[in-house]
């Protein structure tokens, strides 16, 4: 392999690191507790943090601290599955050897 080639393979693992680094914050994204993923979330008969004011129910914001009546939906329980996936599936196609977690999102 020449010199250039070598150059370009190290650019191309530069990148590919940058990108897996990209992916496996989104999957931590996907799998953080916050009010926009929780069951009762603008429920405001069920929904601790939300209020009515004058006719208008008022709450939370998507991403605000869960309560501690925080429940997870199964929708947001499997978004973020199918991000790690993605994350440890391109890391395993590039050749990283890291280990990533594939545990469920609790």
């Known amino acids: 392999m020449s010199e250039i ?3 370009i393979d190290g650019f191309q693992r530069l990148s590919d690191a940058g990108y897996l680094r990209d992916l496996v914050f989104y999957a931590n994204d996907a799998a953080r507790k916050r ?3 929780c069951y009762f979330w603008m429920m405001s008969k069920q929904c601790p943090s939300e209020k009515n004011v004058g006719g208008m129910s008022r709450g939370p914001s998507m991403d ?3 309560c501690s009546k925080f429940k997870i939906t199964e929708t947001s329980i499997s978004i973020a599955a199918k991000k790690r996936a993605e ?7 590039k050749g990283f050897g890291l280990p990533f977690p594939e545990g469920r999102v609790s």
């Open 5 to 7: 080639d070598n150059i």
């Open 35 to 37: 009010c926009g993923s």
């Open 64 to 66: 605000a601290f869960p």
């Open 87 to 93: 994350a440890n599936d391109f890391a395993k196609r």
